[in-house]
Antibody, heavy 118, light 108 residues
Framework: QVQLLQSGAEVKKPGASVKVSCKAS????????IHWVRQAPGQGLEWMGW????????YYAQKFQGRVTMTRDTSINTAYMELSSLRSDDTAVFYC???????????WGQGTLVTVSS | EIVMTQSPATLSVSPGERATLSCRAS??????LAWYQQKPGQAPRLLIY???TRATGIPARFSGSGSGTEFTLSINSLQSEDFAVYYC??????????FGQGTKVEIK
């Protein structure tokens, strides 16, 4: 079955960077785009961007441009999301997801809590 | 960027009653609109895609309607497991995608 397994919780200081991994299994990794979604505590879902796992192409939401980098390693079926210049309001759960609502594709990782605190 | 506005923010409903949630887009989406359910501590789950098609395994009490800029999610005869937060997501032809801010359906 399709599974997206994310890396564990992180605690970072303001100004640092965090890199979250998302290991895919149960399907052809290059077949689905991987999206990243952020959810601050008690808040809603925020779409951050996507990665074309076949070509490596990316699209980032304007809010995150300049701070986010999405990459992948096809040899180990893993996608990565790195967020730099962390602030306290970046404290959130970050989800990776293989999404294509147009065809009812909907697979999510378990989420990774990133806490930014001095 | 397309802005998605959901209303109301919170909906208080008694079990067995009907809930009607609204989602409005700042530009026409056609039917490129999905609805998600999220329960505490869980990842979101796809309920409706193409504005009106239920995803696999979603009970028939969930229904979606609308096109263009106005969309509705209806939940008939609310069950205890339906109390959750619901989000609309627009995935129009060109990114970025955007979520609505969510509607919390709570027990009245």
């Amino acid at each position: 079955q399709v599974q997206l397994l994310q890396s564990g919780a992180e605690v970072k200081k303001p100004g640092a960077s965090v890199k979250v991994s998302c290991k895919a299994s149960g399907y052809t990794f290059s077949g689905y785009y991987i999206h990243w979604v952020r959810q601050a505590p008690g808040q809603g879902l925020e779409w951050m961007g996507w990665m074309n796992t076949n070509s490596g192409g990316t699209y980032y939401a304007q809010k995150f441009q300049g701070r986010v980098t999405m990459t992948r390693d096809t040899s180990i079926n893993t996608a990565y999301m790195e967020l730099s210049s962390l602030r306290s309001d970046d404290t959130a759960v970050f989800y990776c997801a293989a999404l294509s609502p147009a065809v009812a594709l909907d697979y999510w990782g378990q989420g990774t809590l990133v806490t930014v605190s001095s | 960027e397309i802005v998605m506005t959901q209303s109301p923010a919170t909906l208080s409903v008694s079990p067995g009653e009907r809930a009607t949630l609204s989602c409005r887009a700042s530009q026409s989406l056609g039917t490129n609109l999905a609805w998600y359910q999220q329960k505490p501590g869980q990842a979101p789950r796809l309920l409706i895609y193409g504005a009106s098609t239920r995803a696999t395994g979603i009970p028939a009490r969930f229904s979606g309607s609308g096109s263009g800029t106005e969309f509705t999610l209806s939940i008939n005869s609310l069950q205890s497991e339906d109390f959750a937060v619901y989000y609309c997501l627009q995935h129009n032809n060109w990114p970025p995608w955007t979520f609505g801010q969510g509607t919390k359906v709570e027990i009245k």
